[in-house]
């Protein structure tokens, strides 16, 4: 039987290709529906939604549903991310987005980006500017010049900018390949 982050992961490749897709497991059903792929989970309804018609597809999810994180892991993997503000039927639209070459795409809790950069910080301090982790700002990626935990918020320092974040934010972010994230991305997932 598929896990519940297989199964998504499977409509998500079937619905990048365009495929018809039925699978289904306790949690979860994927099918297609009118040109449609959808992704329901059997207690809270319909929560992914892609359109097959569309050259290239973009992805609808529900922020409410038990599982976003789950949903955000997969696209991220397909290089998909979030592109707006919630629609009138109160998704969030995903549209495909070119990862730079060398680097991995990761859409995690914030604390999650923090771990990271504690473990690799020491490359912020070297001369010149840091690249082993980039956070999408304005349709851009920028560097990561220094993360701050403070009264329960992340605030992430890039060139020219702040973002603050709550702890359980999701956030998009890369890193190089070569930079082990795997271990501490799979921990907490």
């Known amino acids: 039987?598929?896990?519940?982050?297989d199964l998504i992961r499977e409509?998500?490749?079937?619905?990048?290709?365009k495929k018809d897709v039925l699978l289904s497991n306790p949690a979860l059903t994927a099918q297609t529906v009118y040109k449609t792929n959808q992704l329901t989970a059997k207690s809270e309804g319909v929560i992914a939604i892609v359109q097959l018609s569309t050259t290239l597809p973009e992805f609808s999810v529900s922020p409410k549903s038990s599982q976003w994180e789950?949903?955000?892991?997969?696209?991220?993997e397909y290089s998909y991310l979030l592109k707006g503000e919630v629609d009138s039927r109160g998704f969030y639209q995903y549209q495909y987005c070119e990862v730079p070459k060398g680097?991995?795409?990761?859409?995690?809790?914030?604390?999650?980006?923090?771990?990271?950069w504690w473990k690799y910080r020491k490359y912020a301090s070297s001369l010149g500017i840091p690249l082993e982790l980039l956070i999408r700002k304005r349709s851009s990626w920028y560097p990561i010049r220094d993360l701050i935990i403070s009264d329960g918020l992340l605030y992430?320092?890039?060139?020219?900018?702040?973002?603050?974040?709550?702890?359980?934010?999701?956030?998009?972010?890369?890193?190089?390949?070569?930079?082990?994230?795997?271990?501490?991305?799979?921990?907490?997932?």
């Open 70 to 76: 789950l949903i955000n892991q997969a696209l991220a």
């Open 103 to 116: 680097y991995e795409m990761h859409c995690t809790r914030s604390v999650i980006l923090w771990r990271a």
């Open 1 to 5: 039987m598929l896990s519940n982050l």
């Open 156 to 189: 992430i320092k890039t060139l020219g900018s702040e973002i603050a974040l709550d702890s359980d934010d999701l956030v998009t972010w890369l890193s190089k390949v070569d930079i082990k994230i795997k271990e501490i991305t799979t921990t907490e997932t």
């Open 11 to 17: 409509f998500v490749q079937n619905s990048i290709h």
